[in-house]
């Protein structure tokens, strides 16, 4: 990955010029009016929104993404196709220069209150329900370029990620340690059947978000729709509920194992009795979570080796991080 951007590309005045103009021509092509100056409240180093205020009263939103997270475009306009009840659907997409033009999705979960445990059980049944509905279009996401993160290519995936001793910053206090990758290198034979048992365990392949939280769903009138898949790759679909525990947990101050926990999984999980029994989604979920951490640092290294070097340092410790959870329990390792 040759090309980075970055903070300096997104307040770049040239950059800007170009990417509100391609805005501007497609609210014509809707017949959207823009009134008022465009505001840039969100500016990472892996994207950047702009809010563009239209003559309606209403507003849109111009999205540009690095190269990390190149596959958002193409992702987020297919899913507008498949789901467009699951998804905030584009107005407009231009994966050349990874821009999406959004309309604005309202209030987000964690807006609307998202410190009850019923809220997060009803978005984990919607998600589930989307996921199911993408998996026969798996491979054609991995045609169009979204990252191919499916079980059985893990193995591979991670044999390179340990190899990287920069993004891994072996060697440093912040990095991950020498002993620490031996220790992850020494289980990569467990690793791999794992893996081999999720590929084999008769759950489909699917979109696999793997930032879903409480900040990245819109929720009106009981209705959630997804948006932001610039983390997001084709994978077993349980990977996605690594993160998505971890938030609740935390925003409902929930041990590990908590029955609470419990209930989140197996409501997700009630949604793929199709797939199989009770206690055989029980036990992928189970590998899911432990093949999870290093599938998750491959994503922070994909987004970090899109970002200007210099702005990596703040989120440089991501890589190792999620590395070195692989050798930590997971959310559910206290269940009864």
């Not at 800007?16 to 021509?25: D, H, I, K, P, S």
């Not at 992702?75 to 407009?92: I, Q, S």
């Not at 994978?235 to 194992?257: D, K, M, Y």
Request: glycine share 8%; hydrophobic share 45%; with cysteine.
């Amino acid at each position: 990955m040759s090309e980075t951007t970055g903070i300096r590309t997104w307040r770049d005045a040239d950059w800007r010029t170009a990417a509100l103009a391609w805005a501007v021509e497609q609210l014509d092509r809707a017949g959207l009016v823009l009134e008022g100056e465009p505001e840039q409240p969100h500016v990472r180093s892996w994207s950047t929104a702009i809010r563009l205020p239209l003559r309606s009263g209403d507003a849109v939103w111009l999205k540009s993404v690095g190269p990390g997270s190149a596959q958002e475009p193409v992702l987020a306009e297919a899913l507008g196709r498949w789901v467009p009840g699951h998804v905030l659907v584009p107005l407009a997409v231009e994966p050349s220069r990874r821009l999406l033009l959004l309309p604005d999705g309202g209030r987000t979960l964690r807006g609307t209150g998202s410190g009850e445990l019923a809220a997060w059980e009803a978005m984990l049944v919607d998600h589930a329900r989307l996921q199911v509905a993408v998996a026969p279009h798996a491979d054609e996401l991995v045609r169009r370029g979204v990252p191919d993160h499916r079980p059985e290519r893990l193995p591979g995936l991670v044999a390179d990620l340990l190899a990287d001793d920069e993004m891994q910053l072996v060697g440093r206090s912040d990095g991950l340690s020498r002993a620490g990758r031996e220790r992850v290198v020494a289980d990569l034979g467990a690793y791999a059947r794992a893996c081999r048992e999720l590929a084999n365990g008769g759950v489909p392949a699917s979109v696999q978000h793997d930032d879903l939280h409480d900040a990245n769903v819109f929720v009106a009138d009981g209705r959630h729709r997804f948006f932001d898949w610039g983390d997001a790759s084709v994978s077993h679909p349980f990977l996605v509920l690594l993160v998505t525990l971890r938030f609740a947990a935390r925003v409902l101050e929930l041990p590990n194992g908590d029955p609470a926990l419990v209930r989140l999984r197996d409501a997700y999980l009630d949604q793929w009795l199709d797939f199989g029994t009770t206690s055989e989604l029980r036990e992928l979920c189970g590998l899911a979570l432990r093949v999870g951490p290093l599938q998750r640092a491959l994503t922070w290294r994909r987004i970090l080796r899109g970002v200007h070097p210099e702005e990596r340092v703040e989120w440089a410790g991501s890589v190792p991080g999620w590395t070195a959870e692989h050798l930590a329990p997971s959310t559910l390792s206290a269940e009864p």
